[in-house]
């Protein structure tokens, strides 16, 4: 009668604290220690942090290569390894910390179809001196605004709402001459339509030209 073959599972072992250097490692981190001499103990932890070097390249640009590498073996050794160390041993609730929050820049918007960026830029021109530059700058943001509006409404925008929005977007501070003409809505809407012409077209159809040329030369040799 045969026997039953038992089988060891990498299940049914303890838990690896770091899994990415394998069991090997672990034991070899089990067996420094269970050395009682201190200095011996000491050698054979800086020959794991070789190895372990070895098993890690990436970390070989950072700038504290050496460190993480020990906090790597103190945390193999679940924060019980007594060695002469470069480095003081990191402690286990930096493990668990959670990080500060990173405060997230929360700020309404008057009219979300405009966005952030044309009121930045309403509140530069109004601190703007009286002038050519202040109007011709004023004219940019009404156009731009008219642009953003009819991606939002692509049927069609009088320029006296876009006026409007700006004069209430500055605060009263910036208003626009009664002969500033913005550009026509079907102008636009055909510029959002075709968009930029695409630069591996116009490679395709000089190729494409090139080659027909070439077949007339060979036509023409007949």
């Known amino acids: 009668m045969m026997s039953a073959t038992v089988l060891d599972y990498n299940t049914q072992r303890a838990q690896l604290p770091i899994p990415e ?3 090997l490692v672990q034991r070899m981190v089990d067996h420094v220690m269970a050395i009682e001499d201190r200095e011996q103990r000491t050698r054979q932890a800086r020959a794991i942090i070789q190895v372990i070097g070895r098993l890690n390249p990436q970390l070989r640009n950072s700038d504290n290569f050496e460190r993480t590498l020990w906090d790597h073996l103190h945390i193999m050794s679940h924060f019980k390894l007594d060695v002469d160390a470069p480095f003081p041993p990191p402690s286990p609730e ?3 910390s959670r990080p500060l929050p990173v405060p ?4 309404e918007i008057r009219y979300g179809h405009y966005g952030k960026l044309v ?3 309403i509140a530069q021109c109004a601190v703007m001196d009286e002038g050519a530059e202040r109007e011709a700058y004023t004219q940019v943001i009404a156009n731009l605004m008219k642009r953003q509006f009819l991606i ?4 069609t925008v009088p320029d006296a709402v876009i006026f409007k929005d700006l004069a ?3 605060k009263g501070r910036i208003r626009v001459k009664e002969d ?6 079907a102008d636009l809407l055909r510029t959002q339509q075709s968009g930029p012409r695409n630069e591996v077209d116009l490679r395709k159809r000089t190729g494409g ?3 027909k040329r070439h077949r007339n030369r060979k036509k023409n040799r007949y």
Not at 104 to 107: A, G, L, N, V
Not at 180 to 185: I, K, S, Y
């Open 104 to 107: 997230y820049p929360r700020s």
């Open 168 to 170: 209430e977007l500055s």
């Open 21 to 23: 250097y394998g069991r």
């Open 209 to 211: 030209g090139g080659k």
């Open 180 to 185: 500033m003409q913005l550009a026509h809505t």
């Open 119 to 121: 009121e930045r830029m």
């Open 152 to 155: 939002w409404n692509r049927d």
């Open 94 to 96: 930096e493990l668990v």
